[in-house]
Nanobody, 120 residues
Framework: QVQLVESGGGLVQPGGSTRLSCTASGLTFISVTFPTFTVSWYRQAPGKEREMVARIHSASGNMEYSDSVKGRFTISRENSKKMVYLQMDNLKVDDTAVYYC????????WGQGTQVTVSS
């Protein structure tokens, strides 16, 4: 089965940086290659709905960011390693959330999430 594993979360000071990683495995079970997927990072803060923060569309390669992270976060992918990254710079307290990796190709696949806490 498809598995996504996020890593890289933790406690970061305001203004600091960190990078999240997501590794995909089990794609052979669904006969879809990694480059075919649109890849995204979502986050969910306590008491709030899950929101998309960054995405790379598979067909166009275009990147999309939420207004709240534009100019501070950068999404990237490394197809040969089946990995997705989220570089997070100039972090703010409001960025505190559980961050989830998502792959989409007519079905959604989710990781278990990694906690990012921005606090002094």
């Amino acid at each position: 089965q498809v598995q996504l594993v996020e890593s890289g979360g933790g406690l970061v000071q305001p203004g600091g940086s960190t990078r999240l990683s997501c590794t995909a495995s089990g794609l052979t079970f669904i006969s879809v290659t990694f480059p075919t997927f649109t890849v995204s990072w979502y986050r969910q803060a306590p008491g709030k709905e899950r929101e998309m923060v960054a995405r790379i569309h598979s067909a166009s390669g275009n990147m999309e960011y939420s207004d709240s992270v534009k100019g501070r976060f950068t999404i990237s992918r490394e197809n040969s390693k089946k990995m997705v990254y989220l570089q997070m710079d100039n972090l703010k307290v409001d960025d505190t959330a559980v961050y989830y990796c998502n792959l989409w190709y007519f079905n959604d696949y989710w990781g278990q999430g990694t906690q990012v806490t921005v606090s002094s």
